[in-house]
């Protein structure tokens, strides 16, 4: 026997521990390389972790729901398989043929690309990449999937929840089958908690549990307003020329790129300019020093289809042109809303920006993400008559126009810098030159 230790690898910059979620693989059982074996929950997102060996499990040192730190043992996986005299391997656990056949046809699922499902529910149910890709080979909907019942951490539906289900399937009608599960899962809820929404609607209320996601950026938030000294700093910027450049473009942008150009990469080409003008806003507090960063990494707050907030960061990107952030936005934007990120993806942030804008909103006061000291909201563009200053006097014209707020953490960051910063971010906005080529 040749006994490794699998540790838990690094899960992004400033990530010093995660919460198991579910283990895929039990003792006794063989992995490959790069094998999913455990999903696991961090401040920053959900992921799976691959076995860095090929071997048979010998020892599991974790469970559900422990929170591991960084570089933790947790399992010893036997990278020699012993084969007697005549040549046949010895066997490491009886396992029926029908889950055997089942098993073996979606080995292949777990390293291979995951492919998005087509309806999106609003359940704000978490499903891990390799749940989904199960789910969409088999012609599961999202819909169907809401409704099996999961035996994971929080009621999430785990890889052995889902085979089980199809092999039920196998000797039911799926809506017998569904129906089934749904039953299973409403009895589960009741025996599990007296607070279960089916049982409070009769009092004329109804309690949802919050989910995972949920709690993490409860806490985040309160805990950067514990720490933070929150200001904030507002300027009215005319849009004006952004609009119609964005107008007179997208178009052959698109044909030229295949890519859609939405406001987004244009704001943070802008805070990016503004980060150069005042270095001292890309910084953090470590203690009662102040740590200046090199690298512009800006974040972008994603809302998901669950509702909740997700922030995907464009490391270092004063290098993009406008062109490339707009491939980056788009790129980032679309793999959150499959839940797809990597931990890598969320780390690292320097500064933040949030395009409230896009619900319609005109102004907002957001919270700073620790340990950045200052976000930036962007505000929805609307035409307003205002007034427009010329050497031949005032005129009233139909403007584009957009609300900015700058919060910022005053222990560091004082009012002159935190409304410059802001007001230069805006200057960058109204002098955008009508004849820019975006290629």
């Not at 299973?184 to 009769?202: L, Y």
């Not at 949030?354 to 907002?364: K, P, R, T, V």
Request: net charge negative; proline share 5%.
């Amino acid at each position: 026997m040749a006994i490794v230790e699998m540790v838990m690898p690094r899960m992004g910059e400033s990530v010093m521990e995660c919460t198991i979620i579910s283990i895929l693989k039990k003792v006794g059982d063989a992995v490959e390389s790069d094998d999913s074996v455990m999903e696991v929950a961090t401040d920053k997102v959900d992921t799976e972790v691959p076995s860095p060996y090929s071997g048979i499990i010998r020892e599991i040192l974790v469970k559900e729901g422990d929170v591991v730190a960084i570089g933790n043992i947790v399992m010893r996986i036997d990278t020699e398989v012993t084969t007697p005299q005549n040549g046949s391997p010895t066997p490491i656990a009886e396992v029926p043929e029908e889950a055997l056949a089942l098993e073996t046809q979606f080995q292949s699922l777990v390293t291979s690309p995951i492919q998005s499902t087509a309806d999106v529910s609003s359940s704000g149910r978490f499903y891990s990449p390799l749940v989904l890709n199960i789910a969409q080979t088999e012609g599961i909907s999202r819909q169907e999937l809401d409704q099996i019942s999961g035996t994971g951490t929080d009621s999430r539906v785990t890889k052995k929840d889902i085979l089980g289900y199809l092999e039920e399937r196998k000797h039911h009608p799926v809506g017998a089958a569904s129906a089934q599960t749904a039953g299973v899962a409403q009895e589960t809820s009741h025996a599990s908690s007296p607070q279960s929404p089916a049982s409070i609607r009769k009092t004329g209320v109804e309690v949802i549990p919050m989910d995972r996601m949920r709690r993490v950026i409860m806490e985040r938030m309160l805990e950067s307003q514990r720490i933070s000294a929150h200001v904030s700093s507002f300027v009215e910027t005319d849009m004006t020329n952004v609009v119609l450049w964005r107008n007179q473009i997208k178009d052959e942008f698109k044909k030229q790129t295949g890519e859609g150009i939405t406001f987004t990469p244009i704001l943070i080409e802008a805070v990016v300019k503004a980060i150069k003008d005042f270095p001292l806003i890309n910084i953090s507090v470590e203690g009662e020093n102040i740590i200046k960063k090199r690298d512009i990494n800006v974040g972008m707050a994603v809302a998901l289809p669950s509702g909740n907030l997700i922030v995907p960061v464009i490391h270092n990107a004063d290098q993009y042109s406008l062109i490339g952030l707009a491939k980056k936005v788009n790129e980032l934007a679309n793999r959150a809303r499959q839940n797809k990120l990597t931990p890598d993806d969320l780390a690292g942030g320097t500064y933040t920006v949030s395009n409230i804008g896009s619900f319609g909103n005109i102004m907002g006061t957001p919270i700073i993400l620790q340990p950045q000291v200052a976000i930036m909201a962007f505000g929805a563009i609307q035409k307003r008559p205002v007034v427009i200053e010329t050497p031949q006097g005032d005129v009233i014209g139909v403007r584009s126009m957009m609300y900015i707020s700058h919060s910022y953490d005053h222990r560091v960051v004082d009012g002159a810098l935190g409304g410059m910063f802001v007001k230069r971010v805006s200057d960058y906005l109204e002098k955008f030159d009508l004849k820019r080529s975006p290629f």
